[in-house]
Each structure stands twice: as structure tokens, then as C-alpha cells.
């Protein structure tokens, strides 16, 4: 790594990640066992969330890899397949029983000490969570010893607080705190979740409803964890636990994020897969909009800002560009080098996509997706419009400048390429066509990728014109024109064979789609 890669990437952090980045080489807090108090309170309203089959016949699947059980921590299939085994999110899904589900706890208790990702902050707060509402569910199978060790686990994340990573695992730890302190009436770590909490969301939930990390898939992961504290905390409003309008303030946040959610979902209510986005892992949009009804959380769809996106559609085209700014500065682990890259579909169905995501592991897969030349943008001399490195890491960012913003014209460029190489592109959509133009004053190698669909057929292309069984698209300024196989992936570890067209051109390139009548 080269030290002007690192000082880019470590200019952004804010002071607090980098003094606990210190804190947390220097002292790392221990568990400790330690009584709970006797105030558990069981109240909350159904979860709509239903769960997937995770654990069947003996068997866990994330991540769509399977594996019998040996360790929580064996690493046969790469860290996140290990954290999804410690969330322990699977107990409770249907055909387990809570007899069995107990079982599974016990022994995560007894291997606790040898379990190298149970003191993890992010797994132990999302565990907690599922354990809190396994109980919830199944009082008798909140014994002593169990209830015991959730809140010794709760004691310890209250310690160790993810403020050296920040963005949604620090969320994530507020959420764990608040629903905890609210199943437990303790009113320190409650005081603690509301400080948290409240700066928290008020950095990271933009003014327009979306997550500043830009990812629609954490959006709704968010989301439903929000709904959650609103549930929990809404239990104990008459013990006072809780600071007066802190259910009413969560539920204004769960409100505008709910609004974003329903402008950019698509017609099928799917997510458009922007940044680290994948299908299977995030509820489902009509299961997060049941549960926000039943808490009294309605809102109407909210127009696209701060969050970078744009939103194009004429009942036949449907577009989702994005021409924003990475807005998590401190924390773009989920970011992707997409600046001006977007998703289009023809009637509902997907017709122009990225290559999404397919893997966390810090491998080649992992760069090549979140960089630029795995969306539908300009790259220049192949080269990465924000320095995306390390799997979670970014460096030098792209900035953007809008110069049109309306609902069928939008121009704005970005200077990811230097100040030499200004890339500014227009998107135009008018009656059943979709423009694009480019514009890149550059001496430098020049590409535009349009990645098509997998079940898109091309029946033929030159560097005028390209025929699909749904639309044709009109190029002009193209220099050569190639069709490549391309893999890409709606979930994690599941690929599709696809094409894309790469357009080299010079100084200036412009395509239309026009649909099909």
C-alpha cells in the first residue's frame, strides 16, 4: 500500500474512529459474567419479519454455501459465512423447535470461551437481538443461566462500542443497547443507547430518508432494526426507561427512511442492487412496510437528494442513476466506485444492470466488483473514478458537481479522473428512449460499459448500433465496440453468465435506447 493510498483513506475518519482505533490496540474490554437484573420485561408487538431456512436437518446455509456444524468460528467458508452463524438469526425460523433452539444456545454458551468471534461487538449486537426476541417469544425457555449470559453479553458490548469503525455497526451496537436495556429495565445502558442513538441517526439517516452508506440493502436491514427499538421501547414508555418523545423520535427517523424505501424500490418491490446491495439478505420490503403499519410508521415515497440517487420512469423505462458524492465519508466500507453508473428496466424487468456483489472476502472478485469497470460508467485508462482498495477501503473520492437536475434531464460531472480528464454525463429520457452522453477531454484510453441483463439476448452490434430482443441502442462517437461475457451475481456466492458492451470512444460518446413498441 502505498502511504499516499493510506493518507487518503485515513484524511476522511473522523477523531473519535481514529482515538478508539488507539483505545481498542491499546486495551480491549473482557466479558464478564455478571448478574442481570430482575426487572425483564416480555411486552412487544408481533415481528412481521419472517425468517429464512437457515438450519435444516443439521445443516447451516448462508450465503447460499452449506456446512454441517464444527466450530462458530471455522472458517470454511470466509468470515461473513462465520458471522451469520454467530448472529444466531436462524433461531426461531420455522421447523426448529424452541426445544432445539435452546439447545443451540446452550452450547454457544458453554463454547463461548473458545469462540474467537463471540466477543466481536457487531455479532454479539445482532445476537442479542435474536436471543431477546427468541425469549420474547418463548418464555419458558428463559432460564436463569441464559438470561445471564445475554446480559453479561450486553454488559460487554456496552464496552466496547464500535466507535472506532462507526456507520452501521455503530448503529447496530445502539440498537442491540436500546432493545436490551428495554428487556431489562437498566436505565445506565438505556442512557447510554439514547446518547448513541440519537447522534447516530442524526449523522447517519440523511435529510431525504436514506442510510448514508448509500446501500439500499443496509437500508432496510436499518430499517427493520429501527422498527424494532420503536417496538421494544414503546413496552416501557410508562416506566419512563426512556427519555420523554424517544419512541416519538424514533419513530419520525423509521418514518423518512420508510419513505425512501418506497421511492426506490422497483415495480416488484425488489432493491436496486447500488453499492453493496444482494437479494436474500435484507427483509422484504412488504414485511418492513407491514411492520412499520402495525407500529403506526406510515409515510409516503420521498423525493431522491441527499442521497445521490435520481429516478427516471415513463411507465415503460425505469431508471435509478446515480450522481451523488460518497456521503459516508468515514465509513465507504459498503461503497462501490459507481459514480454515474445506474440500472435500468424495460417494463419491470431488468435490461441494464451492474455486476453486483457476490463476496466479502479480500480477494480479487471483491475489488474487481466494487470498482468502475463493473458498472454501467466511464472508465479512463482503466482506472477507478474513487480508490476503492482492501475490500472495505477507500481512498482518493470522486467529486461530483450537478449542473441539471429535473425530472427528465439531469447533467453533472465528476473529477475522479483528475482535473485533466472532467468526466461530465447528461441523462435524458423522453418518450420510450433513454439517453446518454459522455464527455471526457482526455488523451488517455476511454470506455463506457453497458452491462446487460442476463437474460437480455444480443442480436447484434457494431459501433452504430446494438439490437436486443427488447430495445435497440443508437451510438454515436464510438471508436470500437466489443461484446464480452461478463459474470454477475443478484446474491452472494451465485453468478450469472451475462454481456456487456464495452464503447471506446474519444473526447465525446452518445447512445439512445429506444424500446420496442
Not at 436463569?144 to 466496547?160: A, G, T
Request: aromatic share 10%; with cysteine; hydrophobic share 35%.
Amino acid at each position: 500500500m502505498k502511504a499516499s493510498t493510506f493518507i487518503s483513506t485515513v484524511i476522511h475518519l473522523r477523531p473519535e474512529q481514529i482515538l478508539f482505533r488507539i483505545i481498542r490496540r491499546l486495551h480491549t474490554p473482557g466479558f464478564k459474567e455478571v448478574e442481570c437484573p430482575d426487572t425483564v420485561c416480555f411486552k412487544h408487538q408481533t415481528h412481521p419479519i419472517s425468517k429464512p431456512e437457515s438450519l435444516k436437518d443439521g445443516v447451516f446455509t448462508f450465503l447460499n454455501l452449506s456446512s454441517l456444524f464444527n466450530a462458530w468460528d471455522n472458517d470454511c467458508h470466509g468470515p461473513l459465512w462465520d458471522y451469520n452463524l454467530n448472529y444466531m438469526d436462524w433461531i426461531g425460523q420455522p421447523g426448529v423447535t424452541p426445544h432445539e433452539c435452546a439447545l443451540w444456545i446452550d452450547r454457544f454458551i458453554s463454547d463461548f470461551k473458545d469462540n474467537s468471534i463471540a466477543l466481536a461487538p457487531y455479532p454479539t449486537a445482532l445476537r442479542c437481538i435474536n436471543w431477546i426476541k427468541f425469549f420474547c417469544d418463548n418464555r419458558s425457555c428463559a432460564t436463569p443461566d441464559r438470561i445471564n449470559h445475554l446480559y453479561s453479553q450486553l454488559s460487554l458490548l456496552s464496552r466496547k462500542t464500535e466507535r472506532n469503525i462507526g456507520g452501521n455497526h455503530l448503529l447496530e451496537d445502539a440498537f442491540a443497547l436500546t432493545i436490551g436495556s428495554a428487556f431489562f429495565g437498566d436505565r445506565k445502558m438505556a442512557g447510554k443507547a439514547v446518547r448513541i442513538l440519537k447522534r447516530e441517526l442524526k449523522r447517519q439517516i440523511l435529510p431525504d430518508g436514506a442510510h448514508y452508506e448509500q446501500s439500499p440493502m443496509y437500508h432496510c436491514i436499518l430499517l427493520d432494526r429501527l422498527l424494532d427499538c420503536i417496538n421494544y421501547t414503546s413496552g416501557r414508555i410508562d416506566d419512563n426507561l426512556f427519555p420523554a418523545g424517544f419512541n416519538s423520535l424514533l419513530s419520525e427517523y423509521a418514518k423518512t427512511m420508510t419513505g425512501h424505501l418506497k421511492s426506490i424500490v422497483w415495480p416488484d418491490r425488489t432493491i436496486p442492487l447500488l453499492n453493496d446491495s444482494a437479494y436474500g439478505i435484507a427483509p422484504q420490503y412488504s414485511e418492513l412496510l407491514d411492520y412499520a403499519i402495525r407500529l403506526g410508521v406510515e409515510s409516503d415515497p420521498a423525493p431522491m437528494n441527499e442521497c445521490g440517487y435520481r429516478r427516471f420512469t415513463d411507465g415503460r423505462i425505469d431508471v435509478i442513476a446515480d450522481i451523488g458524492n460518497i456521503t459516508a465519508k468515514d465509513q465507504p466500507g459498503h461503497t462501490h466506485a459507481d459514480t454515474f453508473s445506474y440500472e435500468l428496466r424495460i417494463d419491470g424487468k431488468p435490461y441494464i444492470t451492474d455486476t453486483g456483489i457476490s463476496t466479502y472476502n479480500k480477494n480479487d472478485r471483491r475489488q474487481y466488483e466494487r470498482g468502475t469497470p463493473a458498472h454501467n460508467t466511464v472508465t479512463v485508462d482503466e482506472k477507478d473514478s474513487s480508490g476503492v482498495w482492501g475490500g472495505f477501503r477507500v481512498a482518493g473520492r470522486a467529486k461530483v458537481k450537478i449542473e441539471q437536475d429535473s425530472d427528465r434531464l439531469i447533467v453533472a460531472s465528476h473529477d475522479g479522473y483528475g482535473r485533466s480528464a472532467i468526466h461530465t454525463r447528461s441523462f435524458r429520457l423522453e418518450d420510450k428512449t433513454f439517453s446518454i452522453q459522455d464527455i471526457c477531454n482526455t488523451h488517455k484510453d476511454t470506455v463506457s460499459r453497458i452491462h446487460f441483463a442476463p437474460d437480455v439476448r444480443i442480436l447484434s452490434a457494431d459501433t452504430s448500433t446494438i439490437v436486443t430482443d427488447n430495445g435497440s441502442i443508437h451510438i454515436e462517437g464510438a471508436v470500437r465496440l466489443d461484446i464480452k461475457d461478463v459474470e454477475s451475481s443478484v446474491e452472494y456466492n451465485v453468478s450469472r453468465r451475462g454481456k456487456v458492451a464495452e464503447i471506446s470512444f474519444r473526447n465525446r460518446l452518445a447512445y439512445t435506447l429506444h424500446v420496442n413498441p
